[in-house]
């Protein structure tokens, strides 16, 4: 994918039950999950990494079923989740959910899909303060990667032109990059799972099935 | 045949073919263009589409109307639409494309029944390469001309002012004829021989649809199809940039293009069991993954290559790589190669002959310093100089999902815009070129501009064909003679459509 990747990320519960919940939605819809045990396709990578009672998850897409799956496990557990984008290698955005709810959304570009109106600009704005409050940390150590970016810094100029300003001196990139967005999942308290994830195999139910769990879950 | 006159017995006849009865007529070169005729009318009258010999003793004796013209017009049978989809289009065997006299000018198929005078049967797979570009040039059908284009020949010619203009295209595209020979062949690393191998996808497996592009437009893309699929001569200097138009871009372009369209007719959108993700980017990823599904099997294209960014070796193919850090390597979206990409495979300007981004931005021309040099790196290699000022090749769709809007024409050109992208080319051939550097993006808002100002003025259109036009597909397809063919029935069609509107 043109740089493009998805990880979501699961605060509260321990490694136990966060793994019971994914293993039981699975389950509940038809598919299938093998611990640590290698896929034998790329639609059934699965990585996790746990640090602390952070769960990151990478999931190939999977026409929009990989999504599915995580809100039926953040609704099951009735906790709050994001999930963050690199959006082909140019920007990385977010959307943040309580359980089944979108709750918040931010993006560096937001101008990037085209031209809308202030209100779907300003939805794309990110709340600090909210973030912060759902996810449980302080909001100093997130609040300054929720900036929009120049679009002539980023789009008009040479790597020795583009901005080297990073949001925290611990920082490993900066405003305009796009592994800028690690570094706020570090401030997240997440872990990146291409780097350190453990490798498990798994089905991934239908949309159908999914969409079913989910109306259940919501009527529930 | 001739003889000489007055030759004594015992001296040797020179026996060599002439066309008595056009002898004393201009050299097709000078001809000036029938401009009391127009449309079919005008076709009879061409000498270019003529056969140069007809019969013994310099007539026709054939009870068959001979020319394609008049082929026509006597057997006025509804060919083929040229607005075909391509679904309609059989496979092109490497058989099927054979090749035909250079330069004959005749307008549908020529093969051998056809040629005779039967009745063109509209069917692409006989359609050969030579032909279609002539096919192209045979401009709009009479029948749907406006009455005002048709036989002026019964009052005072009323030729728009920039007549002048057009004969410089006509004859410009009478020259096109003369040397298409010597055209380029290939599209990829300049300074190569042109020696398409056997099996080599730029000659005979090259896909129908290809050469029915050069019949339903001239095009950018079909112009450099034509370049290199029809007139491939081994060991003629190659003359096309790498960052040219090529036959290949225009594949991928087209699968595009062709997936993005089914997607609009399944009415398709990122909603999922009644959730809408807040993924802006679902659009694309659903994009690529349908195109690498679509051209899945072919050996030239490889799809989702994660690279390292240190030593350019491919990680992985189609999944990322385990235990790498997304910032050591190089998500690539497709890359071209000379040889079938593999884990472990080191790329570079080697075995890399093109690499492509699929992006689905409002811009199309987006590509920050840091994504350049990341690709220009797996194309160039990593110590090749200047990486992020090299051109990469980013492929837009010509329509586009919004999440805000839905699904609309590409909102950077507008109506006006896309009107002009269907007259010169596949849309999506354009935009993979236009966005292959900043520079061009703007000479299209440039051009759009100037052709929404003029549109309406058959007079200024022929200006601005040659002004504005010319330069810019200049930029795209290397064979000079091309551009002044492809810009005549550009003219042409933009020409017939001025005059509808007025």
């Known amino acids: ?220 | 045949m001739s003889d000489v006159a007055g030759g004594p017995y015992g001296v040797s006849i020179p026996f060599r073919q002439q066309d008595l009865v056009r002898n004393q007529l201009p050299q097709a070169l000078n001809y000036q263009s029938a401009m009391h005729f127009s449309g079919g009318n005008a076709q009879l009258l061409e000498l270019t589409d003529t056969p140069s010999n007809i019969g013994q003793g310099g007539y026709s004796q054939s009870p068959l109307p001979t020319t394609p013209a008049s082929t026509q017009l006597a057997n006025p049978v509804q060919v083929r639409s040229l607005s075909a989809s391509l679904a309609d289009v059989p496979a092109q065997t490497g058989a099927d494309a054979k090749e035909e006299g250079a330069g004959n000018p005749s307008v549908t198929n020529t093969n051998s029944d056809e040629a005779n005078g039967s009745t063109p049967s509209g069917s692409v797979s006989s359609v050969h390469r030579e032909v279609d570009i002539s096919a192209v040039i045979a401009g709009p059908d009479a029948a749907q001309e406006p009455s005002a284009f048709r036989d002026r020949s019964a009052g005072k010619p009323k030729m728009p002012p920039a007549n002048q203009d057009e004969s410089e295209l006509r004859e410009a595209y009478n020259q096109a004829q003369a040397t298409e020979d010597a055209v380029p062949s290939d599209g990829s690393s300049a300074g190569q021989p042109a020696t398409p191998a056997a099996g080599d996808t730029q000659s005979a497996g090259f896909p129908a649809f290809f050469t029915l592009r050069l019949i339903v437009d001239i095009s950018a893309a079909g112009a450099a199809n034509f370049v290199m699929a029809g007139k491939a001569k081994a060991n003629a200097p190659v003359a096309v940039p790498s960052d040219k138009l090529t036959k290949a871009d225009a594949k991928l372009a087209e699968a595009v293009k062709q997936v993005t369209e089914q997607m609009e007719k399944e009415g398709w959108t990122p909603e999922v069991g009644g959730y809408k993700p807040s993924d802006g980017g679902a659009y694309g990823k659903e994009v690529e993954k349908r195109v690498a599904a679509l051209m899945e099997g072919g050996e030239e294209f490889t799809f989702e290559v994660y690279v390292d960014k240190k030593t350019n070796k491919v990680l992985s193919i189609g999944e990322p790589p385990d235990g790498v850090p997304s910032r050591d390597y190089t998500q690539v979206d497709v890359v071209r190669s000379k040889v079938k990409v593999e884990v472990g495979t080191t790329l570079g300007t080697v075995n890399v002959e093109e690499v492509y981004d699929i992006k689905t931005a409002a811009s199309g021309d987006v590509m920050s310093a840091d994504q350049r040099h990341r690709l220009s790196a797996v194309k160039f290699g990593v110590d090749a100089p200047d990486l992020d000022a090299r051109k990469i090749k980013v492929v837009t769709p010509p329509r586009h999902y919004s999440p805000v809007h839905g699904w609309q024409d590409h909102p950077r050109f507008g109506e006006s815009g896309i009107k002009l992208l269907q007259f010169i080319g596949p849309a999506t051939a354009v935009y993979l070129m236009l966005t292959a550097d900043d520079v061009s993006a703007h000479e299209l808002k440039d051009l759009i501009h100037g052709y929404a100002e003029v549109k309406n003025d058959p007079a200024q259109l022929t200006g601005w064909v040659l002004i504005d036009l010319k330069p810019f597909l200049e930029r795209y397809i290397a064979d000079g003679n091309l551009v002044k063919v492809a810009l005549y029935a550009i003219n042409r069609r933009l020409q017939l459509e001025s005059q509808k509107r007025n």
């Open chain 1, 1 to 220: 994918m043109s740089e493009r990747l998805t990880l979501r990320s699961f605060k509260g519960p321990t490694v136990e039950v966060f793994r019971m919940a994914l293993q039981e939605a699975v389950d509940a819809c038809g598919g299938m999950i093998f611990w640590e045990c290698r896929r034998t396709r790329p639609e059934e990578d699965l990585r996790l990494t746990h640090q602390e009672n952070v769960h990151t998850v990478f999931l190939p897409y999977l026409n929009g079923a990989d999504h599915l799956l995580c809100r039926l496990v953040a609704g099951r557990l009735d906790v709050p989740w994001i999930e963050t984008r690199i959006q082909e290698g140019a920007f990385w955005d977010y959307s943040l959910y309580s359980g089944l709810d979108n709750v918040d959304n931010f993006s560096c570009l937001p101008e990037y899909w085209g031209p809308g109106d202030t209100t779907a600009m300003d939805a794309q704005r990110g709340r600090p303060q909210l973030l912060a409050d759902v996810w449980q940390v302080p909001r100093g150590r997130i609040e300054r990667y929720l900036q929009r970016w120049n679009w002539e810094s980023v789009f008009g100029g040479s790597t020795e032109q583009a901005s080297t300003e990073k949001a925290y001196d611990s920082d490993s990139d900066g405003y305009g990059s796009i592994y800028q967005m690690f570094d706020f999942l570090s401030a997240l308290g997440a872990a990146d799972p291409m780097a350190h994830g453990v490798l498990h195999r798994i089905i991934v139910p239908s949309i159908e099935n999914l969409e079913k769990a989910l109306k259940s879950l919501g009527k529930a």
